[in-house]
């Protein structure tokens, strides 16, 4: 538990606690309708990762920039995406935010400063540096954080990102979500360090590693990166360990996750452990209760007005392929 | 008509990203020694990084995934980046970023997004680099929805044509030759020269067969049309220009006429450019061709060292030969 709960105001913890209610919510009844045959798709599970993203949106501005990945519904819901264009791209149905051309894995929302989210591990890092290398060209003090796994960190594209935003002392926040399992493999089989932020210090910036089933701490080690890059003094890996506790996709059972370890994670799942610290701050538990109620209705309201949207037209399928409707054609 | 002078391809290119970032406060470049006093292998960016900073000619680490990365980045934010790959063998490192993000982030978004970044690099063929430093891959990215690919063959088509792909609101790749750095041509003179993107040139004209050719192999096409015309044959050399997406027209336009196709690149032949060009004209002109459309091109091998790497590349002989196959005459030699 957080010993820095006391600096958080009602209205944030009251916030955090709704982020994640939104993002278990969403991804469990997307979950159940999968397996009930009410839609067919496809998402990759965010239950268990809710108090990492609560906790780091809760220290970004709106302006500020996110870049994510195919495991990032509970990223897109804290950091504003409206739940209706989330589902709509979940389920492919032209209200979506890519208008059905994108799918789960695809959520884009400028509006709301998620720039792009991406299927391929490891690759919104380079992306990252860049809008970060923007907003650095533009003297704005805006940020960009960008979040991913514990896989991600071995792929080339996170070596050669993180090197360029730290030589360039870029404005950057790199989120590692260490939920313990890259796809289907525990991170102790891919990895030989024991914290993921002893990589920053090869390329010369601060890595900090934090409780990510605890919102409160994650907010407050991603506000001082925050601080830090809106200052001027470069980026920070914020390594948040938590844990997934679904399948690397809807449909994968988790077969090889251990028993024991999953029991042992039950216990710190933070949709159980949260209303401990908001009880103690003075929450009363139907406060608590009233919160994940209304998010579950939300969900509903917003699932039952997308899946009867229609699918994209032929037309707004074939459509911004390229700029100024130019369409190759080998007919 | 504005004046022109004579320059090389290397002082083409430099004068269009002169003026692009002179012009143009969005534009940057980005790459591998790309800043003076170094100024890159190739020398192409000689003196803008004295004139324009090193905040607009930016050195990178030799990281080819974090270059096109943060160019897309940056164009996310309204910028117009012009990253370099230095050689296109390096550009698979870099391949998840171009085909998987900058082709499909306009689609993938619903137009939410949209990703203006040029892309430059240099075909090394014919310089005797071998099998990791000579590749002709521009097929890779004609695969890619989202992607459009420019090769000129000389000075006043490369500055025209990498300021039209600067300007333009998808990624582009463009390529260059190292071989054709140093040739020639008349350029006009001055600032706004544009020469649109998907729109192929006749550089020489003729009625007995098209050739069909881009970039590199255009010095090649050319000089097989001279030994064809010696011999009585008068071939129409067409240079695309713009790969992807493809001035069909002017190829069914030219072929339509002449009846005869030869489709000459320097990449392998086997699933090359030629491919779907062919495949095109024999659709379109199945009843109207004189003879089944030729394509020559490299052998299918990895690129040999300097001793032998012309004997797997693409030759006047070889463009010879494919046109006479079309006339139905053999070649005695």
């Known amino acids: 538990m957080s010993t820095l709960t006391e ?35 496809v998402i990759w599970p965010s239950r268990g990762q809710e108090a990492v993203s609560a906790g780091a949106a809760l220290a970004l501005r709106e302006d500020d920039r996110l870049v994510t990945t195919y495991r990032g519904l509970h990223d897109h819901v804290a950091k ?36 792009m989210t991406t299927g391929i591990v490891g690759s919104g890092v380079p992306v990252g540096v860049g809008l970060a290398l923007a907003a650095k060209k533009d003297g704005s003090d805006r940020v960009t954080v960008v979040s991913f796994g514990d896989g991600a960190t071995n792929t080339g594209s996170f070596h050669e990102g993180v090197n360029l935003a730290a030589t360039w002392k870029l404005p950057v926040v790199f989120l590692c979500q260490n939920n313990l399992y890259a796809e289907m493999t525990p991170v102790e089989e891919t990895m030989a360090i024991d914290r993921v932020a002893d990589r920053a210090k090869g390329v010369g910036m601060p890595g900090v590693t934090v409780d990510g089933n605890d919102p409160v701490a994650t907010y407050n080690a991603v506000k001082d990166a925050v601080e830090l890059a809106r200052a001027g003094g470069g980026p920070t890996l914020v390594e948040a360990v938590t844990f997934r506790f679904e399948g690397h996709y809807a449909g994968d059972t988790g077969h090889y996750i251990p028993d024991e370890q999953l029991k042992r994670q039950k216990a710190l799942d933070p949709m159980e452990t949260f209303p401990r610290t908001l009880r103690d701050a003075g929450f009363t538990d139907a406060d608590i209760e009233k919160i994940r109620e209304d998010a579950g209705a939300e969900v509903e309201a917003a699932i039952k007005e997308t899946v009867k949207a229609a699918p994209p037209t032929t037309e707004e399928i074939t459509s911004d392929v390229y700029a100024n409707g130019l369409v190759v054609s080998h007919e | 008509m504005s004046k022109t002078r004579k320059i090389s391809i290397r002082e083409a290119i430099n004068e269009a990203l002169d003026e692009s970032l002179r012009t143009d406060p969005k534009v940057f470049l980005l790459g591998e020694d790309l800043a003076d006093p170094a100024a890159g292998v190739n020398a192409v960016t000689r003196g803008l990084a004295t004139a324009y900073g ?280």
Not at chain 2, 77 to 101: C, L, S, T, W
Not at chain 2, 138 to 150: D, I, L, R, S, T
Not at chain 2, 180 to 200: C, F, H, Q, S
Not at chain 2, 256 to 266: E, G, K, Y
């Open chain 1, 80 to 115: 504003g995406v409206p739940l209706t264009e989330i589902i709509g791209e979940v389920l492919g149905t032209s209200t979506g935010a890519s208008r059905g051309k994108g799918g789960t894995m695809h959520i884009a929302d400028p509006a709301h400063g998620v720039m």
């Open chain 2, 54 to 333: 090193n905040d607009r000619v930016m050195n990178t680490p030799i990281s080819e995934a974090a270059i096109i990365g943060a160019a897309i980045g940056a164009a996310f934010e309204g910028y117009k980046p012009v990253a370099e790959i230095m050689i296109m063998d390096f550009i698979g490192i870099a391949m998840d970023q171009i085909v998987n993000h900058a082709a499909k982030a306009r689609y993938m978004s619903g137009g939410r997004t949209t990703c203006p970044i040029t892309i430059r690099t240099s075909i090394f063929a014919g310089t005797g680099s071998g099998g990791t430093h000579s590749q002709s891959l521009e097929a890779w990215f004609m695969h890619v929805p989202g992607m459009k690919v420019v090769y000129p063959s000389n000075p006043a088509d490369a500055k025209g044509l990498l300021l039209s792909a600067i300007e333009d609101p998808d990624p582009v790749l463009f390529i260059e030759a190292s071989r054709l750095y140093g040739a020639k041509g008349e350029v006009p003179e001055g600032d706004g020269i544009r020469i649109p993107l998907g729109k192929a040139d006749v550089k020489r004209q003729g009625s007995d067969v098209t050739i069909i050719s881009w970039g590199l192999a255009m010095m090649t096409a050319l000089a097989a049309a001279e030994v064809l015309a010696s011999e009585g044959i008068e071939a129409e050399v067409l240079d695309m220009r713009t790969l992807l997406p493809l001035d069909m027209e002017a190829v069914i336009g030219s072929v339509s006429r002449t009846r005869r196709a030869v489709i000459a690149h320097n990449a392998t032949v086997v699933a090359g450019p030629g491919a779907e060009i062919a495949a095109q004209i024999a659709t379109k002109l199945f009843g109207e061709l004189n003879a089944p459309v030729q394509r020559v091109g490299a052998k299918f091998t990895p690129i040999p060292s300097r001793a032998s790497e012309a004997a797997v590349t693409l030759s006047v002989d070889d463009i010879v030969r494919a046109a006479k196959d079309t006339m139905g005459k053999q070649d005695n030699a």
């Open chain 1, 7 to 41: 600096q958080l105001t009602r209205e944030q913890l009251e916030q955090l606690w709704k982020s994640m209610c939104l993002a278990e919510r969403l991804d469990t009844r997307i979950r159940a309708g999968i397996r009930r045959g009410e839609f067919a798709t």
